[in-house]
């Protein structure tokens, strides 16, 4: 797999990165991502994704733009207000990065088919505030042998995690918290959501190139308010639903 002219300079500062260099850039540029939620978190994360040159970003997301996307949904502009998020999201991906390939799922994922979209790609990325998808999907990355990078915020606090077999998503949360919040209930600082979505698209570029170690079986917590952060263990729960014994 080559690159053009135009590629090598484009991706300059990832060429003469040890960590990347050619063979992480080739791996980056066919490498297929899903985005569940093109949402706070999806927003960043797919701007970044497309960014840094990976071949073909999935998007999903059966929502249209809302003017209170604004305050955090960088991938959106006012204009877009009203359209669909992944018809828009497409337009400003190509215009980031005209090489990467956007395919769209303008459709919310469930334990139906879930599987069958995860199937399609090499890695998943969850942004979404939806328990119900959220154990869909991890579900489908469990069957199917797909790396997943979760994340979630609300308010002031943040947190990103990697699951790949065992633990899995729902060894960290067994069943719908009964007092879970949304952002839109509790709310949440725009600028957190671009810090938790970078984190998402880095844990991605790490997993993909093979860089450093990935947050696997680890959650990392965000405290904005107090700029702290830290990184907890996650145990495999021999009564987990979905990968336990």
């Known amino acids: 797999m080559s690159f053009t002219p135009e590629e090598v300079e484009r991706y300059a500062r990832h060429l003469v990165l040890r960590e990347v260099g050619g063979p992480g850039q080739q791996k980056l ?6 985005m569940v939620g093109a949402g706070g978190l999806g927003a960043p994360a797919a701007l970044y994704l ?3 040159g990976v071949g073909t970003i999935g998007l999903v997301d059966p929502d249209t733009v809302s003017l209170s996307n604004m305050q955090r949904q960088v991938l959106y502009a006012t204009g877009d207000v009203g359209r669909p998020k992944v018809e828009a999201a497409v337009e400003h991906l190509s215009a980031l990065n005209p ?23 090499d890695l998943v990325l969850d942004g979404t505030d939806d328990f119900k998808t959220r154990f869909a999907v991890s579900d489908a990355c469990l069957a199917h042998g797909k790396p997943l990078v979760s994340g979630a915020l609300g308010r002031w606090t943040g947190q990103v995690g990697v699951f790949h077999g065992q633990p899995c998503y729902r060894c960290l949360v067994p069943e719908v918290p009964p007092d879970a919040e949304t952002c839109s209930l509790v709310g949440v600082v725009g ?14 570029i790490k997993l993909i190139v093979g860089a450093g170690q990935p947050l696997s079986g680890r959650l990392l917590i965000y405290d904005a308010l107090a700029a702290e952060t830290r990184t907890v263990r996650i145990g495999a729960d021999p009564a987990c639903p979905a990968c336990g014994s």
Do not use: C, F
């Open 50 to 52: 497309a960014a840094a």
């Open 99 to 121: 090489h990467t390939t956007v395919e769209t799922h303008p459709l919310w994922l469930d334990e139906t088919n879930a599987g069958a979209v995860v199937a399609q790609y």
């Open 191 to 204: 600028a957190l959501a671009g810090v938790i979505g970078s984190m998402m698209a880095l844990e991605a």
């Open 29 to 34: 540029k066919g490498a297929r991502v899903l």
